[in-house]
């Protein structure tokens, strides 16, 4: 048997049926061999790009079709503690008998992951391959950052409210192994709202603007240094997809960051 996030034991299902909810978590599959084994997505999974467009749509991350969900008879539900409410969980766990939880909280959680989807769907290999480079990948960013000066920086996911990341988050251990550390260092929410008149903003070397889940732009940024008098040129775009997407993706994500955190 192999344990889920939640400790949940799992038997190994060689014919499953799959629904994923977590976006990043599609894409794993496919990279693992399991295409052919997923049968459900939301609308937010949108990698690999040409594949997945094969693969039923039955709703978002926090709402889903039930009629839908029900006709694709699955097996196994593939979910994520940040990202799918535990309400909506429980109700597909009505009709879907396995319920896969998931939740890395920093790149190195990914080796769990690999072994988990690996171990119950009969891809060990693949996830060996997977674990392999990214330990390869870790390793690098890790001497990377040790040429780097070490960057404070506040990373926006949300406008209207202001809103960011704790430090426990997956997104802020991605971007300490690139050193580049998160503020404020301490907070009791997982993505906690901001108050900009704290002085924060004088407090950061820089500060992120991420692609999603809110999808900043360039005039995004030009809004907010007239707004806020910040100098242009210590506001960036960064890929959301390479700083919160666990999975696969991950090891392209940590050079990604490696890169990106030398042209601060």
Known sequence: MFIDAIGTQHNPATDARIISLVPSITELL???????NLVGRTAFCVHPKEQVKQV???????????????????????????ENPKEL?????????????THPNKPADNIDLFSL????????????????????????????AMELDEKKVLYFIWKEPWMTIAPETYISQS???????????ESDIRYPEIDLETGILDQVDAVLFSSEPFLFKSEHLKEFAQTYKVPADKLHIIDGEM???YGSRAIQGLRYLSDFAKGL
């Open 89 to 101: 969980v429980e109700e597909l766990s009505k009709l879907i008998p396995h319920i896969v939880v």
């Open 175 to 185: 971007l300490k192994i690139a050193n580049m550390i998160t503020y404020p260092q």
């Open 243 to 245: 700083t919160s997407w």
């Open 30 to 36: 496919f990279d693992m061999g399991l295409g052919g």
């Open 117 to 144: 989807i690996g171990n119950i769907f009969d891809r060990k290999g693949e996830a060996a391959r997977l674990i392999s480079e990214l330990q390869a990948a870790q390793t690098q960013a890790q001497l990377s």
């Open 56 to 82: 039923k749509s039955i709703g978002g991350t926090k709402q889903v079709n039930l009629e839908k969900v029900k006709k694709l008879k699955a097996t196994h539900l593939i979910v994520n503690i940040d």
